[in-house]
């Protein structure tokens, strides 16, 4: 069975910062992974994925992950955040390399908090 | 851009009463999903649907909740006793082949009193 682990249920940050939500996995299978972003009221929205290839991940909205294999990580981060990117962002893994049953784990979500 | 769309996006209903959410996933989309998220956990699988059949379901998904295709653009969710511990925030979705992804609705938050 696999999990995910969010170390960090809440993060504030100020302005123009940087910042890294954490991600560890546990699966003994090989994963996709992705990060998700829910702004208040809103659903969910897929910030990025790995699925394969390079390790370094771009996103949407400036944002990055890096795929750790040895570590099981694959940490979130933005060189500079902005007020608009307060939201919970949810880490999540699927497990097994083919098919299209994207049956995910998610794991409990970061708030992020970006003050002025 | 194509999107899940749910309704409604707020109920309140009490103990005991029959629920269903409605979905209507992206229009070329082959497998359909509900997740659902109580106040601050996680979001937890329910139930995959393929080709008009459960592919799988989590133990949450008991002989309470069901899933249905009713024509050809509705995925619906029913919950025929409602309990205090339904309440949640439910998410359909929906993928179909190569797309590498799962697109999500915005949810509809069910309380139960």
């Known amino acids: 069975a696999q999990s995910v682990t969010q170390l960090d249920s809440q993060v504030p940050v100020f302005e123009e910062a940087p910042v890294e939500l954490r991600c560890n996995y546990s699966?003994?299978?090989?994963?996709?992974l992705f990060w998700y972003v829910q702004y208040p009221n809103q659903g969910l929205q897929l910030l990025l994925k790995?699925?394969?290839?390079?390790?370094l991940v771009k996103g949407i909205n400036g944002f990055e992950a890096e795929f750790n294999k040895s570590q099981t990580s694959f940490h979130l981060r933005k060189p500079s955040v902005h007020i608009s990117d307060t939201a919970e962002y949810f880490c999540?893994?699927?497990?097994?390399?083919?098919?299209?049953?994207?049956?995910?784990?998610f794991g409990k979500g970061t708030l992020l908090t970006v003050n002025p | 851009e194509p999107e899940v769309t749910q309704t409604p996006s707020h109920q309140v209903t009490q103990m005991g009463q029959e629920v269903i959410l409605r979905c209507v996933p992206i229009?070329?989309?082959?497998?359909f999903y509900w997740y659902r998220q109580i106040l601050g956990q996680k979001v937890e699988f329910l139930v995959s649907?393929?080709?008009?059949?459960?592919?799988?379901k989590s133990e949450i998904f008991d002989d309470q909740f069901s899933v249905e295709r009713p024509d050809g653009s509705n995925f619906t969710l029913k919950i025929r006793s409602t309990k205090l511990e339904d309440s949640a925030m439910y998410f359909c979705?929906?993928?179909?082949f190569g797309t590498g992804e799962l697109f999500f609705g915005e949810g509809s938050r069910l309380t139960v009193l």
């Open positions: 979705a929906s993928t179909s």
């Open positions: 699966s003994s299978v090989s994963v996709y």
């Open positions: 790995y699925l394969s290839g390079s390790t």
């Open positions: 999540a893994v699927k497990s097994g390399s083919g098919g299209s049953n994207y049956k995910l784990t």
């Open positions: 229009s070329n989309h082959l497998y």
């Open positions: 649907f393929y080709n008009n059949e459960i592919s799988e």
